[in-house]
């Protein structure tokens, strides 16, 4: 069964202090990597894909990478408005041999104190 | 920018009735979801749809499901007799041909299901 474990489960930051969100992952046949990000009563937003070890995204104060075992969210001098619960989820071959199946891990929630 | 429609917001249901969720996905996607997550849990694969037909489906989407594209816009989610455990934020997401790299999955903001 495809496993996605986040870590922390909640972090607290000050306003410009970088720090980093860890998800490994078990899975069967890997088809790619997302990092989303959920507030409150939403749905996911999306961030990014990854699809090889050694792969990295950049968008503003975020930075995504892969390694064969678990990913990385870096968060450079994060805002207030960074403030989010951060969704790792995997994307792997289903029962049906197809690539439909996407499974999340549980978040962490991150909190950034002015 | 192009959004994912789900109508109502929240929805109340006594346990034993049906429901239909609906779902507005992005005109030129091709491929539909539902997800559900329950609160404080993490978010649940239940269903994939691509032309016309349920293309995945997970342990959670058994017989009290079903998915229909009834016309060329709306996608909907039914659920024939509701149980307390149902009680979840439900979410569609969609995606066109070749996008996920880019663009990922498109989710709606949910539907709040309540079964009382």
């Known amino acids: 069964e495809d496993q996605v474990t986040q870590s922390p489960e909640a972090l607290r930051l000050q306003e410009g202090e970088s720090s980093s969100l860890n998800c490994s992952y078990t899975?069967?046949?890997?088809?790619?990597l997302f990092w989303y990000r959920q507030d409150p009563g939403k749905g996911p937003e999306f961030l990014f894909t990854?699809?090889?070890a050694g792969e990295e995204k950049e968008k503003e104060r975020l930075k995504a990478t892969l390694t064969k075992k678990e990913s990385f969210l870096h968060i450079t001098a994060p805002k207030p408005e960074d403030s989010a619960t951060y969704l790792c989820?995997?994307?792997?071959?289903?029962?049906?041999?197809?690539?439909?199946?996407?499974?999340f891990g549980t978040g962490t929630k991150l909190q950034v104190i002015p | 920018e192009p959004e994912v429609t789900q109508t109502p917001s929240h929805q109340v249901t006594q346990m034993g009735q049906e429901v239909i969720l609906r779902c507005v996905p992005i005109?030129?996607?091709?491929?539909f979801y539902w997800y559900r997550q329950i609160l404080g849990q993490k978010v649940e694969f239940l269903v994939s749809?691509?032309?016309?037909?349920?293309?995945?489906k997970s342990e959670i989407f058994d017989d009290q499901f079903s998915v229909e594209r009834p016309d060329g816009s709306n996608f909907t989610l039914k659920i024939r007799s509701t149980k307390l455990e149902d009680s979840a934020m439900y979410f569609c997401?969609?995606?066109?041909?070749?996008?996920?790299?880019?663009?990922?999955?498109?989710f709606g903001s949910g539907t709040r299901l309540t079964v009382v």
């Open positions: 990854l699809y090889s």
């Open positions: 899975v069967s046949g890997l088809r790619g």
């Open positions: 005109s030129n996607h091709l491929y």
């Open positions: 997401a969609s995606r066109a041909q070749g996008t996920v790299k880019n663009y990922g999955y498109t």
């Open positions: 749809f691509y032309n016309n037909e349920i293309s995945e």
């Open positions: 989820a995997v994307q792997a071959r289903g029962n049906s041999g197809g690539y439909q199946k996407v499974t």
